[in-house]
Structure formats: C-alpha cells, structure tokens
C-alpha cells in the first residue's frame, strides 16, 4: 500500500509540474514575448514571411535557453530564483497561470512574474519584486520621455525613413532585437523554470527547447496575438527605425535591472513604461498640447491593465498563501491531538492497575 501511495503521488506531482509548466509557457509566450518581439513584428511582417521571422527568433531562443543551462550548473533560471528554493508544485500552483492565460485571451498585459512566482515565493521576496517593478516601470517612463523630448528635435518619427537607409536600419534592428531577446529571457525564463527542478537533465532541456520553438511559432503565424494590439496603438511602431531604438533602449534597461539584483521583476511594467514615456515625450515635443487629450486615454488605458493585472495577481497569491497557512495550521493542531490521544488512553489503562492494591489491603486485613 505504501508504495501504491508514493507512486500515486509521483504521478500527481508530474501532473501538476507539467501542467502548471504548460501553462505558465503558454503565458509567456502570448503575453511577455510581445514586450521584445511585438515591435520587430510590427514593422516586419510586410516584408518577410513569418517563418523567416519564426526561425530567426527561435534560434536565439535556442542558444540563450543552451548557454544559461550550460553556465548556470543546468539550472534555466539564469540564478533569478536564487529567493525561491523549488517547491513541489501543487494543484493550486497550476492556477496561476490558468488565470493568466485567461487574461491574456483578453488582451490585459499581466505581469507574469507577480501571478507565476508569487505563488512559489514568500511575502518577502513578494514585497522586494513589488517595488523593484514599480521602479523599474517609473525609470523606463522618465528615461523614454528625456530620451524621445531629445530624439524629437532631430527625427521626424511620424515618416518612415528613406528607402536608401531603410537597409541599414533592418539590419541594425535585427541585431538589436536579438540583442533584447536574449537579455529578456534571462529575466523571464525562470516564469517557467520555477515549476522545474533546479537541475534540469538534458532531455528536459530539449523537450522544453521544442515545446518553445513551437508556442513561439503559433504567436508568429497569430502576427503577436491580442497582446500586439498594444504596440500597433502607439505611434510609428511599425517603422523599423522607431522600433529599433525601442528595443534597444529596452535592452538596456532590463540589462541593468539584471545586473541591479537578483531579485525577479515585472518585465511588462518596465515595457508599457517605455512606451508610456514615449507616447508623452512625442505628444508634448512634436505636436500641439491639444493632443495630449487623446494620447492621455491610450497611456491611462495601458496603466489601468496593468493594476487590473496586479490586483488580480494579488488576489490569487493571497488566497494560495492563506489556503496553504490554513491546510498546514490545521495539520499541525490535529497532530498533537493524536499524540495525546494514546496518553489520555494509557492513564485510563493505569487507573484500575493503581486501584487494584487498594482493593487487595482491605482484603488482607479482613483475614487478619
């Protein structure tokens, strides 16, 4: 029986890590990838097919997924979930990223990393992650409005650039958009990797490699996905200068945040940031002030997700940690009760082997 028992919950355990990997990919593909793909898609699909574009994503995907294995002790998190010691994942850890499917269908850029995460981390390392994202969202938006107030005095980012110098341009974003990719996954693969061993064996590595390679191209042959609606909504986007100093400016802000701490982050709060800043720099440097009445709903707009995204996030986190603090209180307080039980038992046994001498000295001195 008790091994019918442990090999039950090996099976459960499989079940949930694969399900809750499953999903939790899934999300990361439809919604994070869009933060570092969505502007090289937009302004690339008139021109290449979109295997082409499938293949070359997927290659750098392959080699970052390849080197992070390979230096980091076969451990895909790329040291992100040094907080988070692995956690046998439950059924109630699969939910998370149920809801964040859910809410990607919907077009909402939820922060993967507070719904997945969260869920494995404690308050602490919660807090930390928090206020981490909430700068990283407030830096990216200053940083995007100074640099884009700039940029506005000498680039036009209403026209496209010249035929002639549009060669150059794609061939600087292809290399600036591999360069994002890469410093991307090194932040969110470990959504993923948390559901997984820490030490991942070879074949796992290739059967998460493919698993990958194909959800990247179903968001390619979807043009990004509901989420893709984000970029195309701000302007210029699917020119391929302006989405070239997009990608490298988020590059470089997420390549500091990496080298900041370790500690996890919303990458979605430091992309819709930059964009954000963007959108203002561009509406306050280049045209009348008048416009900032209809660029002001789109920011609002993108803000608003974000805190729904939070809140809900939140929301499941809280009532994980409080379901799990009530299953484990609750075993804990039954087992002293089937401690004490055999105690109150044996002194029940004892009474009458005490009583037994009384009885016996009456006896005694009645034959005397």
């Not at 079940?15 to 899934?26: D, E, P, Q, V």
């Not at 295997?51 to 980091?72: E, Q």
């Not at 660029?295 to 997700?305: M, Q, R, S, T």
């Not at 809140?311 to 009760?337: M, R």
């Amino acid at each position: 029986m008790d091994d019918l028992w442990y090999s039950n919950e090996e099976a459960m355990l499989e079940l949930y890590t694969t399900i809750g990997f499953i999903l939790a990919g899934y999300s990361v593909i439809a919604n994070d990838s869009v933060q570092t793909l969505g502007t090289w898609i937009a302004s690339n699909r008139e021109k290449f097919k979109w295997t082409t574009l499938w293949a070359a994503a997927a290659s750098v995907l392959v080699v970052t997924l390849a080197y992070g294995w390979y230096t980091n002790d076969h451990d895909l998190s790329f040291g992100r979930l040094a907080k988070i010691p692995y956690v046998e994942p439950q059924w109630y850890h699969a939910m998370a990223p149920l809801a964040l499917v859910l809410l990607t269908r919907r077009g909402i850029p939820v922060s993967t990393s507070f719904l997945v995460l969260s869920a494995f981390a404690s308050s602490f390392v919660l807090e930390k992650m928090l206020m981490k994202s909430i700068m990283g969202y407030g830096l990216a938006a200053v940083v995007a409005y100074v640099l884009w107030l700039l940029i506005a005095r000498v680039v036009n980012e209403k026209d496209d650039v010249s035929p002639k110098a549009k060669k150059f341009w794609r061939v600087f974003q292809w290399f600036s958009t591999g360069f994002l990719w890469y410093t991307w996954l090194s932040h969110d693969v470990a959504n993923i990797a948390v559901f997984l061993p820490r030490d991942v064996s070879f074949i796992q590595l290739i059967v998460i490699m493919v698993f990958f390679v194909i959800g990247l191209g179903y968001i390619f042959y979807k043009q990004g996905g509901a989420i893709q609606q984000i970029v195309l909504d701000k302007q210029s986007t699917k020119y391929v200068r302006s989405a070239t100093m997009i990608d490298l400016v988020y590059a470089f802000l997420l390549l500091y945040f990496k080298q900041l701490n370790n500690i996890p982050m919303s990458t979605t709060w430091v992309f819709v940031g930059l964009l954000c800043g963007r959108e203002l720099a561009l509406n306050t440097g280049l045209t009348k002030k008048g416009n900032l009445k209809t660029i002001f709903p789109i920011v609002a707009k993108d803000f608003l997700k974000l805190i729904v995204g939070l809140l809900v996030s939140v929301a499941i986190v809280v009532a994980i940690h409080y379901g799990t603090d009530g299953t484990n209180s609750a075993e804990g307080n039954a087992a002293p009760a089937q401690v004490e039980a055999p105690a109150s038992e044996a002194s029940v046994d004892a009474a009458p082997a005490e009583s037994a001498p009384a009885d016996t000295v009456p006896a005694a001195s009645s034959a005397e």
